[in-house]
Protein backbone atom coordinates (compact mmCIF):
# COMPACT_ATOMS: atom_id res chain seq x y z
CA UNK A 1 0.00 0.00 0.00
CA UNK A 2 1.50 3.44 -0.89
CA UNK A 3 -0.03 6.12 0.53
CA UNK A 4 -0.26 10.55 0.12
CA UNK A 5 -1.86 12.61 3.11
CA UNK A 6 -3.43 16.23 2.97
CA UNK A 7 -4.88 17.64 5.95
CA UNK A 8 -8.15 15.66 5.59
CA UNK A 9 -7.90 12.56 3.32
CA UNK A 10 -5.36 9.83 3.10
CA UNK A 11 -5.04 8.22 -0.57
CA UNK A 12 -3.68 5.03 -0.60
CA UNK A 13 -3.47 2.16 -3.41
CA UNK A 14 -4.96 -1.19 -2.66
CA UNK A 15 -3.24 -4.49 -3.70
CA UNK A 16 -5.68 -4.24 -6.46
CA UNK A 17 -4.13 -1.41 -7.80
CA UNK A 18 -7.47 1.06 -6.62
CA UNK A 19 -6.86 3.95 -5.65
CA UNK A 20 -8.61 4.54 -2.45
CA UNK A 21 -9.49 7.58 -0.29
CA UNK A 22 -9.89 7.73 3.68
CA UNK A 23 -11.36 10.79 4.39
CA UNK A 24 -14.05 12.28 6.79
CA UNK A 25 -17.84 11.12 6.68
CA UNK A 26 -20.03 13.41 5.34
CA UNK A 27 -24.15 13.45 5.27
CA UNK A 28 -24.36 12.35 1.60
CA UNK A 29 -22.44 8.84 2.75
CA UNK A 30 -24.99 7.74 4.79
CA UNK A 31 -26.69 5.83 1.93
CA UNK A 32 -23.54 4.21 1.54
CA UNK A 33 -22.22 3.48 5.24
CA UNK A 34 -25.03 1.54 5.53
CA UNK A 35 -24.79 -0.42 2.75
CA UNK A 36 -21.39 -1.47 3.55
CA UNK A 37 -22.10 -2.16 7.06
CA UNK A 38 -25.17 -4.40 5.84
CA UNK A 39 -22.71 -6.35 4.01
CA UNK A 40 -20.43 -7.00 6.62
CA UNK A 41 -23.25 -7.70 9.20
CA UNK A 42 -24.58 -10.41 6.49
CA UNK A 43 -20.92 -12.10 7.08
CA UNK A 44 -21.88 -12.72 11.00
CA UNK A 45 -18.84 -10.36 12.15
CA UNK A 46 -20.41 -7.52 13.29
CA UNK A 47 -22.68 -7.28 16.51
CA UNK A 48 -22.77 -3.74 17.23
CA UNK A 49 -23.49 -2.62 13.58
CA UNK A 50 -25.44 0.11 12.86
CA UNK A 51 -28.77 -0.83 12.35
CA UNK A 52 -29.45 2.87 11.35
CA UNK A 53 -31.51 3.55 8.40
CA UNK A 54 -29.54 6.46 5.94
CA UNK A 55 -31.97 8.94 7.20
CA UNK A 56 -30.72 8.09 10.88
CA UNK A 57 -27.22 7.64 9.54
CA UNK A 58 -27.07 11.06 8.38
CA UNK A 59 -28.37 12.70 11.33
CA UNK A 60 -25.97 11.08 13.37
CA UNK A 61 -22.84 12.76 10.66
CA UNK A 62 -24.68 16.01 11.23
CA UNK A 63 -25.16 15.95 14.95
CA UNK A 64 -21.20 14.09 14.93
CA UNK A 65 -19.29 17.14 16.82
CA UNK A 66 -15.34 16.54 16.18
CA UNK A 67 -14.59 17.34 19.88
CA UNK A 68 -16.34 13.56 20.39
CA UNK A 69 -16.02 11.97 17.02
CA UNK A 70 -14.23 10.95 14.33
CA UNK A 71 -15.91 9.09 11.90
CA UNK A 72 -13.56 7.75 8.45
CA UNK A 73 -14.91 6.48 5.43
CA UNK A 74 -12.73 4.15 3.06
CA UNK A 75 -13.82 5.14 -0.91
CA UNK A 76 -13.22 3.29 -3.86
CA UNK A 77 -14.63 6.04 -5.94
CA UNK A 78 -18.00 6.47 -5.18
CA UNK A 79 -18.19 3.43 -3.12
CA UNK A 80 -18.16 2.95 0.79
CA UNK A 81 -15.94 0.17 0.96
CA UNK A 82 -14.56 0.22 4.44
CA UNK A 83 -15.16 3.16 7.83
CA UNK A 84 -14.14 3.28 11.57
CA UNK A 85 -15.88 5.41 14.10
CA UNK A 86 -14.30 6.33 17.42
CA UNK A 87 -16.75 7.94 20.01
CA UNK A 88 -15.22 9.71 22.76
CA UNK A 89 -17.39 9.41 26.51
CA UNK A 90 -19.12 12.25 26.88
CA UNK A 91 -19.82 12.33 30.64
CA UNK A 92 -17.67 12.89 33.68
CA UNK A 93 -17.04 9.98 34.25
CA UNK A 94 -16.17 8.50 30.39
CA UNK A 95 -14.62 11.52 28.84
CA UNK A 96 -11.42 9.38 29.25
CA UNK A 97 -12.53 7.05 26.97
CA UNK A 98 -12.56 6.40 23.06
CA UNK A 99 -14.89 3.64 21.76
CA UNK A 100 -13.84 2.46 18.48
CA UNK A 101 -15.71 0.50 15.63
CA UNK A 102 -14.22 -0.14 12.28
CA UNK A 103 -15.24 -2.67 9.25
CA UNK A 104 -13.93 -3.76 5.67
CA UNK A 105 -15.89 -4.82 2.58
CA UNK A 106 -14.09 -8.36 1.80
CA UNK A 107 -11.95 -7.50 -1.21
CA UNK A 108 -10.55 -4.33 0.92
CA UNK A 109 -9.33 -6.64 3.36
CA UNK A 110 -5.47 -7.98 3.99
CA UNK A 111 -3.74 -4.87 3.01
CA UNK A 112 -3.13 -3.00 6.05
CA UNK A 113 -6.22 -0.66 5.53
CA UNK A 114 -7.51 -1.46 8.74
CA UNK A 115 -4.20 -1.09 10.41
CA UNK A 116 -4.21 2.02 8.88
CA UNK A 117 -7.67 3.38 10.40
CA UNK A 118 -6.98 2.08 13.68
CA UNK A 119 -4.00 4.21 13.45
CA UNK A 120 -5.49 7.72 12.71
CA UNK A 121 -7.93 6.53 15.31
CA UNK A 122 -5.71 6.15 18.19
CA UNK A 123 -3.92 9.18 16.84
CA UNK A 124 -6.92 11.21 16.90
CA UNK A 125 -8.10 9.81 20.05
CA UNK A 126 -4.61 10.70 22.27
CA UNK A 127 -4.86 13.90 20.35
CA UNK A 128 -7.88 14.39 22.03
CA UNK A 129 -6.81 13.77 25.14
CA UNK A 130 -8.58 10.63 25.63
CA UNK A 131 -7.00 8.20 27.70
CA UNK A 132 -8.01 4.43 27.30
CA UNK A 133 -9.74 3.31 23.41
CA UNK A 134 -11.91 0.17 24.39
CA UNK A 135 -13.68 -1.89 21.79
CA UNK A 136 -15.32 -5.44 21.44
CA UNK A 137 -15.50 -7.40 18.91
CA UNK A 138 -16.93 -11.62 18.66
CA UNK A 139 -15.48 -14.22 19.97
CA UNK A 140 -14.97 -15.75 16.58
CA UNK A 141 -14.04 -13.32 14.76
CA UNK A 142 -10.32 -14.01 14.82
CA UNK A 143 -8.94 -11.55 12.01
CA UNK A 144 -10.12 -8.97 14.06
CA UNK A 145 -8.66 -10.24 17.43
CA UNK A 146 -5.83 -10.69 16.04
CA UNK A 147 -5.94 -7.20 14.50
CA UNK A 148 -6.38 -5.59 17.60
CA UNK A 149 -3.92 -7.53 19.75
CA UNK A 150 -0.97 -6.53 17.49
CA UNK A 151 -1.96 -2.88 18.58
CA UNK A 152 -1.47 -3.69 22.41
CA UNK A 153 -5.25 -4.21 23.26
CA UNK A 154 -5.29 -6.55 25.93
CA UNK A 155 -8.77 -8.45 26.76
CA UNK A 156 -10.28 -7.44 29.85
CA UNK A 157 -13.59 -9.51 29.79
CA UNK A 158 -15.93 -11.79 28.03
CA UNK A 159 -20.05 -11.31 27.15
CA UNK A 160 -21.74 -14.49 26.96
CA UNK A 161 -24.61 -14.58 24.39
CA UNK A 162 -24.57 -10.66 23.95
CA UNK A 163 -25.90 -10.91 20.37
CA UNK A 164 -28.29 -12.97 18.78
CA UNK A 165 -26.90 -14.12 15.49
CA UNK A 166 -28.38 -12.31 12.64
CA UNK A 167 -29.03 -14.97 9.88
CA UNK A 168 -29.99 -19.29 11.47
CA UNK A 169 -30.09 -20.07 15.60
CA UNK A 170 -27.94 -19.27 18.56
CA UNK A 171 -25.83 -16.42 19.58
CA UNK A 172 -22.29 -15.00 19.39
CA UNK A 173 -20.13 -14.16 22.79
CA UNK A 174 -18.63 -10.86 22.60
CA UNK A 175 -15.29 -10.08 24.32
CA UNK A 176 -14.14 -6.65 25.25
CA UNK A 177 -10.86 -5.12 24.38
CA UNK A 178 -8.81 -2.32 25.94
CA UNK A 179 -5.82 -0.25 25.49
CA UNK A 180 -4.22 2.43 27.53
CA UNK A 181 -3.36 5.35 25.21
C1 LIG B 1 -10.87 -6.69 11.12
C2 LIG B 1 -10.50 -5.85 9.90
C3 LIG B 1 -10.96 -4.42 10.11
C4 LIG B 1 -8.97 -5.88 9.72
O1 LIG B 1 -8.60 -5.01 8.68
P1 LIG B 1 -7.51 -5.45 7.60
O2 LIG B 1 -7.22 -4.29 6.75
O3 LIG B 1 -7.99 -6.68 6.93
O4 LIG B 1 -6.28 -5.79 8.53
P2 LIG B 1 -4.73 -5.51 8.20
O5 LIG B 1 -4.43 -5.90 6.82
O6 LIG B 1 -4.43 -4.12 8.61
O7 LIG B 1 -4.04 -6.55 9.20
C5 LIG B 1 -3.46 -6.16 10.40
C6 LIG B 1 -3.17 -7.38 11.25
O8 LIG B 1 -4.39 -8.02 11.58
C7 LIG B 1 -4.18 -9.44 11.59
N1 LIG B 1 -5.01 -10.03 10.53
C8 LIG B 1 -5.64 -9.40 9.51
N2 LIG B 1 -6.33 -10.29 8.78
C9 LIG B 1 -6.13 -11.49 9.36
C10 LIG B 1 -6.61 -12.81 9.07
N3 LIG B 1 -7.44 -13.06 8.04
N4 LIG B 1 -6.22 -13.82 9.89
C11 LIG B 1 -5.41 -13.58 10.94
N5 LIG B 1 -4.92 -12.35 11.26
C12 LIG B 1 -5.29 -11.33 10.48
C13 LIG B 1 -2.72 -9.65 11.34
O9 LIG B 1 -2.07 -9.65 12.59
C14 LIG B 1 -2.34 -8.42 10.56
O10 LIG B 1 -1.01 -8.08 10.70
P3 LIG B 1 0.05 -8.46 9.55
O11 LIG B 1 -0.45 -7.76 8.31
O12 LIG B 1 1.33 -7.92 10.06
O13 LIG B 1 0.00 -9.94 9.42
C15 LIG B 1 -11.15 -6.43 8.61
O14 LIG B 1 -10.73 -7.75 8.45
C16 LIG B 1 -12.67 -6.39 8.63
O15 LIG B 1 -13.27 -5.38 8.32
N6 LIG B 1 -13.30 -7.49 9.00
C17 LIG B 1 -14.77 -7.56 9.01
C18 LIG B 1 -15.43 -6.62 9.98
C19 LIG B 1 -14.83 -6.71 11.34
O16 LIG B 1 -14.44 -7.78 11.78
N7 LIG B 1 -14.76 -5.57 12.00
C20 LIG B 1 -14.25 -5.51 13.35
C21 LIG B 1 -15.36 -5.83 14.27
S1 LIG B 1 -14.80 -5.74 15.92
Given at each position: ????????????????????????????????????????????LLGV?SFRN????????????????????????????????????????????????????????????????????????????????????????????????????????????????????????????????
Open positions: MTEERSPSEVHTIAKTGRSLVIRPAVEADAPGIIAHLQRVAEEGAPEEEAGFIRSADSDHYLYLVVMDGGLVVGNIIASRGNTPTMNHLVGLAMALDPPYRGQRIGSRLLELALAWAKEAGAEKAILSVLVANLPAQALYRKFGFQVEGVRLQQYRKLRGEGYDDEILMGKFL
